[in-house]
């Protein structure tokens, strides 16, 4: 059974330049996360998927943008960048379904995309 | 004020002591608290999760909720060098999870 797998893994890109990083979720799950983790941090929210819209967003500013397929995978868009968006860029993966629609699932992630502005 | 806090660490523990984690959260509607492992590099890989108030034990790891307090903690026993690492409590709000900065925990052979 084929866990979250994300790509590229590793990645360098320079100030203004835009990157699109994709996912796969878990099999059986549906709903796709994107967290970024600065180095000494904790994973923060950057928006979540289901059924193909954006159905939460964190405290990220517009260049940040995502998009579901039908397949559930997900991809992560990040325009105009900046130095500050160099990060670990984590993919989730769980079902919603789990307890009934409660959010109690687990989240399963991936090993990651290391993004380095320059 | 931060969601989910935890102290950054380290902490230290000998082989074969109990290391004890703790992270406190402000969010009441929080309903669920899992708790990571983060190797360095690596992305976080799940321990055990709780929901409901009191001790929760899964091999050599016991994760304790106390609603009331807003408090949820993670014991280690018989702490080995492997389980040193950065370990991250996270708390379930509508939609997303909330982490905390983690706690990195180092174990001394």
């Known amino acids: 059974d084929a866990g979250v797998t994300q790509s590229p893994t590793h990645l360098i890109k320079t100030r203004g330049q835009q990157v699109t990083l994709r996912c796969s979720p878990k099999s059986g799950h549906d709903t796709v996360s994107w967290y970024q983790q600065a180095l000494g941090q904790g994973p923060q929210f950057i928006f979540q998927?289901?059924?193909?819209?954006?159905?939460q967003r964190g405290n990220f500013p517009d260049r940040f943008s995502g998009h579901q397929f039908p397949n559930y995978s997900s991809e992560l868009n990040v325009n105009a960048l900046l130095l500050g968006d160099s990060a670990l860029y984590l993919c989730?993966?769980?079902?919603?379904?789990?307890?009934?629609?409660?959010?109690?699932?687990?989240?399963?992630f991936g090993e990651g995309s290391r993004l380095t502005v320059l | 004020q931060k969601e989910v806090e935890q102290n950054s660490g380290p902490l230290s523990v000998p082989e074969g002591a109990i290391a004890s984690l703790n992270c406190t959260y402000s969010d009441r509607g929080s309903q669920s608290f899992f708790w990571y492992r983060q190797y360095s590099g690596k992305s976080p890989e799940l321990i055990m999760f709780i929901y409901s108030n009191g001790d929760k034990e899964d091999g050599r790891f016991t994760a304790q909720l106390n609603k009331a307090s807003q408090y949820v903690s993670l014991l280690i026993r018989d702490s080995q060098p492997s389980d040193s690492a950065t370990y991250l409590c996270?708390?379930?709000?509508?939609?997303?999870?909330?982490f905390g900065t983690g706690t990195r925990l180092k174990v001394l052979a």
């Open positions: 996270a708390g379930t709000g509508t939609y997303k999870y909330i």
């Open positions: 989730a993966s769980s079902f919603w379904g789990l307890a009934g629609g409660l959010n109690t699932g687990e989240l399963f």
């Open positions: 998927y289901y059924e193909e819209e954006e159905r």
